[in-house]
């Protein structure tokens, strides 16, 4: 089984550019959500908003890595109205029963609202950590929360990894 992958959707490059430094920091692969129907100009803006309104699932193509294979599977996307973007809804819903653990992050331009809670809902999973960041903060490089996101992920795969056998035996 592998370590880390990193799922994530973007509209606009931001969360795509974060997840590939997570990826690079977490020496994870990487998995890009696309939709059927990509959002362009302002029908495209009104649609993100519809999704949330009505939690709407937007159709979304196979997923190229299967998360089933990964110990970890760390899922990101940006804020929209508050709340999770549709396409992340339709990959964590479409993907609950595959996932083990979990870490959630998303890109916003002024604060995550609920989006991570959103996502710990969808797929019922406690995350192993999150992490919000603003396109004003990645900017100036987010060191301290990236660093932090990180240091979480590590520590929560070597306490797994600790408890592992104990649970083996009582197994
Ligand atoms: C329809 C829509 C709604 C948004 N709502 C919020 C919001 O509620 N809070 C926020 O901080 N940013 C909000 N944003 C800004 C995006 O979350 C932000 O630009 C994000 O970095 C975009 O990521 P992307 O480039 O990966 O698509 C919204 C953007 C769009 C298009």
Redesign the pocket.
Same mark, same amino acid.
């Given at each position: 089984m592998k370590d880390n992958l990193v799922v994530f959707y973007?509209?606009?490059?931001? =969360?795509?550019r974060l997840a590939q430094l997570l990826a690079v920091r977490l020496d994870a692969d990487l998995d890009e959500i696309h939709e059927l129907n990509p959002r362009r100009g302002l029908l495209g &803006?009104a649609r +993100? &908003?519809y999704d949330v309104l009505f939690g709407r699932e937007p159709p979304i193509t196979a997923a190229t890595e299967p998360p089933q294979t990964y110990a970890r599977v760390i899922v990101g996307?940006?804020?929209?109205?508050?709340h999770v973007a549709g396409p992340v809804r339709s990959y964590l819903t479409r993907h609950a029963d595959e996932l083990r653990r979990v870490a959630f992050f998303c890109? +916003?331009?002024?604060?995550g609202?609920q989006a991570l809670a959103d996502m710990a809902s969808l797929c019922e999973r406690e995350p192993d950590a999150v992490l919000a960041v =603003?396109?004003a903060e990645f900017e100036r490089g987010a060191a301290a929360a990236i660093d932090a996101f990180v240091s979480a992920l590590q520590q929560a795969a070597a306490a797994q990894t600790l408890t592992a056998p104990s649970r083996e035996r009582a197994a």
């Amino acid at each position: 089984m592998k370590d880390n992958l990193v799922v994530f959707y973007s509209r606009s490059g931001h =969360t795509r550019r974060l997840a590939q430094l997570l990826a690079v920091r977490l020496d994870a692969d990487l998995d890009e959500i696309h939709e059927l129907n990509p959002r362009r100009g302002l029908l495209g &803006l009104a649609r +993100c &908003l519809y999704d949330v309104l009505f939690g709407r699932e937007p159709p979304i193509t196979a997923a190229t890595e299967p998360p089933q294979t990964y110990a970890r599977v760390i899922v990101g996307g940006p804020v929209w109205a508050d709340h999770v973007a549709g396409p992340v809804r339709s990959y964590l819903t479409r993907h609950a029963d595959e996932l083990r653990r979990v870490a959630f992050f998303c890109s +916003c331009a002024h604060g995550g609202g609920q989006a991570l809670a959103d996502m710990a809902s969808l797929c019922e999973r406690e995350p192993d950590a999150v992490l919000a960041v =603003t396109e004003a903060e990645f900017e100036r490089g987010a060191a301290a929360a990236i660093d932090a996101f990180v240091s979480a992920l590590q520590q929560a795969a070597a306490a797994q990894t600790l408890t592992a056998p104990s649970r083996e035996r009582a197994a």
